[in-house]
């Protein structure tokens, strides 16, 4: 069974920085493209960036460029999501998730991944 599981997430105040964490078991990580969603109350689950096996290939939703970055280290079977100039509305649930694939192309849609972590919480305060 896949085990993924997300760490990093609290109460932070508007302009700070945090990384979020995702520890992945059970499975072959560094066959693995990853990826970060976040849900905010009465808001569907959308995407935030992925990184594709290598770390090669990585993308990013609009919304996030130049605040957050994806990055993963294979031997530790750990994917990180750095967080920087957090505002209020980055408010959400946030999850990792992986789907054991080796390709170059970025998986950008919550339906492209078999495993799901249980979420961590982020709330921004002002």
């Known amino acids: 069974q896949v085990q993924l599981v997300e760490s990093g997430g609290g109460l932070v105040q508007a302009g700070d920085s945090l990384r979020l964490s995702c520890a992945a078991s059970?499975?072959?990580?560094?066959?693995?493209?990853m990826g970060w969603f976040r849900q905010a109350p009465g808001k569907e689950r959308e995407f935030i960036a992925t990184?594709?096996?290598?770390?090669?290939?990585?993308d990013y939703a609009d919304f996030v460029k130049g605040r957050f970055t994806i990055s993963r280290d294979n031997t530790k079977s750990t994917v990180y999501l750095q967080r920087n100039s957090l505002k209020p509305e980055d408010t959400a649930v946030y999850y990792c998730?992986?789907?054991?694939?080796?390709?170059?192309?970025?998986?950008?849609?919550?339906?492209?991944?078999?495993?799901w972590g249980q979420g961590t919480q982020v709330t921004v305060s002002s």
């Open positions: 998730a992986a789907r054991r694939v080796i390709t170059s192309a970025v998986l950008d849609d919550a339906g492209d991944y078999d495993h």
């Open positions: 059970q499975v072959t990580f560094n066959e693995c493209t």
């Open positions: 990184i594709n096996w290598r770390g090669g290939s990585v």
